[in-house]
Antibody
Framework: EVQLLESGGGFVQPGGSLRLSCAASGFSFSSYAMSWVRKAPGKGLEWVSG????????YYADSVKGRFTISRDNSKNTVFLQMNNLRADDTAMYYCAKQDTAAVQFPFDFWGQGTLVTVSA | QSMLIQPPSASGTPGQRVTISCSGNISSLGTNPVNWYQHLPGSAPKHLIY???QRPSGVPDRFSGSKSGTSASLAISGLQSEDEGDYYC????????????FGGGTKLTVL
């Protein structure tokens, strides 16, 4: 059974940093691309970032480019999202999502339960 | 800015058929497939339709998808109370460095 378990969310002041983790199990992690998708209060889903299976290619939404960094450790079946210079509009539930092939361009087929990030003074 | 447009709301009574549209100005939408996700209250989003009209195993055949040109739609037949929630279309946008674009979401109410 595919399981994605996010952690690392919390309360942070504007300008601060957080590192999200997503521990995966139940599938061959190193064979699949992974993404982070967020949902802010009262808004819809927004894709944040994605990484190919071998970390050879990463992608970012314009809203986070230069502030967030996605990475993965295939030996630990974990994908990370380093978030720096956080702003109030980064407040959201952050979901980890598995893609159905090795490339980020392909659909998300499983999602985690999410970890909540709150940015406020 | 590349966008996918969905109606903000839809509704139906149990047993009815409802459709949710998704259209966009993504340059690659004419060639790239559309995917649909269901987000029920308190749950993780769920993969509903992929590659415009394919249903993952475990998704009831009440759910179906279609795409024509730069428009797509999700149809739900035999509407059930447990279908109430938010539905999102999504597609890969090849422009610039590439990114995923989600529609704004449609809140489905079962009356």
């Amino acid at each position: 059974e595919v399981q994605l378990l996010e952690s690392g969310g919390g309360f942070v002041q504007p300008g601060g940093s957080l590192r999200l983790s997503c521990a995966a199990s139940g599938f061959s992690f190193s064979s699949y691309a992974m993404s982070w998708v967020r949902k802010a209060p009262g808004k819809g889903l927004e894709w944040v970032s994605g990484i190919n299976s071998n970390s050879g290619r990463t992608y970012y939404a314009d809203s986070v480019k230069g502030r967030f960094t996605i990475s993965r450790d295939n030996s630990k079946n974990t994908v990370f999202l380093q978030m720096n210079n956080l702003r109030a509009d980064d407040t959201a539930m952050y979901y980890c999502a598995k893609q159905d092939t090795a490339a980020v361009q392909f659909p998300f087929d499983f999602w985690g339960q999410g970890t909540l990030v709150t940015v406020s003074a | 800015q590349s966008m996918l447009i969905q109606p903000p709301s839809a509704s139906g009574t149990p047993g009815q058929r409802v459709t949710i549209s998704c259209s966009g100005n993504i340059s690659s939408l004419g060639t790239n497939p559309v995917n649909w996700y269901q987000h029920l209250p308190g749950s993780a989003p769920k993969h509903l339709i992929y590659r415009s009209n394919q249903r993952p195993s475990g998704v009831p055949d009440r759910f179906s998808g279609s795409k024509s040109g730069t428009s797509a739609s999700l149809a739900i037949s035999g509407l059930q109370s447990e279908d109430e929630g938010d539905y999102y279309c999504a597609a890969w946008d090849d422009s610039l460095n590439g990114r995923w674009v989600f529609g704004g979401g449609t809140k489905l109410t079962v009356l």
